[in-house]
């Protein structure tokens, strides 16, 4: 049985930032993180292990430092934080910046933002929530629903599929011609690398194993784009949710990540999978 590793996958260089600065500040004294730094139980395990807080709300935070996570935050959420007397540490991914800049700079020229992603996101939050109006839109039926305006203005969360995000792009031109509609290409790169190398990996492979954290959507969406490529494919968050019966039979076996995975957990799946092969092998002997 082989065990193809995907050409891109695990942690992008942003969330390694976030989780470098977060272990430097909470050395120099304590530290709470404003949500979940990076969606990932390992990570989130390791930063715990140093002292580190998390806290959803800010009213919540009870130390003079507060970090916000590599997902970003508006405007507002700083402000809101700042006046509460907190030293704010931002771990925001600078693709994520990339992202928050390209929507200011459409609105103030005088376009309606549209943000292609998921509204309960953090990240979607963060980009909105300084807008005095925007929509967001993730399928057909979000874009159906859309108000017809001269100009519109569309970015894109930046762990979207850019599939998506083009289709969606095209669709919101199709059905409103007569509108102006420019487009801001926010989706990041190592996600679009993730997201290709997945989909190369998928058609080599009679199963992948994806790992990543359960709220992770860049995972989700590799599963997604795995799934449409090869027919068995399993989301595990550790070594422990392997189940061997997966790799009965199969030739070759393909390991991808989302962005906050890290090495050493993929290390851990990829020994798991040849110790569950060489068992399988020994039995059939």
């Known amino acids: 049985m082989?065990?193809?590793?995907?050409?891109?996958l695990g942690m992008c260089f942003g969330v390694r930032d976030a989780i470098a600065l977060a272990f430097k500040h909470a050395e120099e004294g304590p530290l709470t993180v404003l949500g979940e730094l990076?969606?990932?139980?390992?990570v989130l395990n390791s930063l715990e292990s140093k002292g580190i807080k998390v806290e959803s709300q800010i009213e919540g935070v009870d130390t003079p430092t507060a970090m916000v996570t590599a997902h970003g935050a508006s405007e507002l959420a700083l402000n809101r934080a700042r006046n509460r007397g907190l030293r704010v540490i931002e771990a925001t991914c600078p693709l994520v910046h990339f992202a928050h800049h390209a929507v200011g700079k459409l609105v103030r020229a005088g376009?309606?933002?549209?943000i292609i992603g998921k509204r309960d996101h953090v990240e979607v939050r963060?980009?909105?929530e300084d807008l005095a109006e925007y929509d967001v839109v993730l399928d057909d039926a979000d874009v159906e629903r859309l108000k017809d305006r001269p100009?519109?203005?569309?970015a894109a969360q930046t762990t979207q599929p850019i599939e998506r995000v083009q289709r969606l792009v095209a669709l919101i031109r199709q059905r409103f011609p007569h509108s102006e509609a420019r487009f801001a290409d926010t989706v990041c790169q190592p996600t679009k690398q993730r997201q290709l190398a997945a989909a190369e990996l998928a058609r080599q492979c009679n199963i992948v194993i994806v790992i990543g954290g359960a709220n992770s959507n860049n995972t989700r969406e590799l599963v997604a784009t795995c799934r449409r490529f090869c027919a068995c494919v399993h989301h595990v968050q550790s070594a422990s949710g392997v189940n061997p019966e997966w790799i009965l039979g199969a030739e070759a076996v393909g390991i991808t990540a989302g962005t906050s995975t890290p090495d050493s957990l993929i290390d851990e799946i990829e020994d798991r999978l040849k110790t569950v092969a060489c068992d399988r092998d020994v039995a059939m002997a």
């Open 151 to 154: 100009r519109f203005g569309i």
């Open 38 to 42: 990076v969606h990932n139980q390992t």
């Open 2 to 8: 082989k065990i193809i590793r995907a050409a891109h």
């Open 111 to 114: 376009y309606h933002p549209i």
């Open 126 to 128: 963060g980009l909105t």
